[in-house]
């Protein structure tokens, strides 16, 4: 079944906010989207449907191992596409900008070969 981009956007977000913050909250995904808690708070639910992400008694938000391979997938991509773009000379927030977009089309394939000129 193929994820949503939204939802790996989300799986990301969790990654990030997790090595930041220690423990997620929806509240700390809405702000770092600046989306309404509401509109979070729906996609943490089907999210957690889906098997992606745990939700304790707390409201501390995890990544199911599902969920995990996919932010981690997302991360690296997002990084290194970012990297590859930058030391092509695009301005870093333009090369942020358009990793974000980039990370949820390419290619295995093709991915596989702009890492290796990276590292």
């Known amino acids: 079944m193929k994820i949503h981009e939204s939802a790996e956007d989300y799986l990301e977000s969790i990654l990030i ?9 929806s509240i700390d995904i809405a702000n770092y989207f600046d989306y309404s808690k509401a509109s979070i708070s729906v ?41 590859w773009l930058v030391s092509l000379g695009v301005d870093e927030n333009t090369a942020l900008e ?3 977009r980039i990370e949820h089309v390419i290619s295995d394939e093709s991915f596989e070969a702009i890492k290796k000129t990276v590292k």
Request: charged letters at 30%.
């Open 43 to 83: 996609a943490m639910k089907n999210l957690r449907v889906s098997g992606y992400i745990n939700v304790d008694e707390k409201g501390y938000i995890s990544l199911t191992e599902k969920g995990s391979e996919i932010a981690d997938k997302m991360y690296e991509r997002h990084t290194i596409l970012t990297k």
């Open 98 to 100: 358009d990793a974000c």
């Open 17 to 25: 906010l997790k090595s930041r913050l220690g423990n997620v909250r």
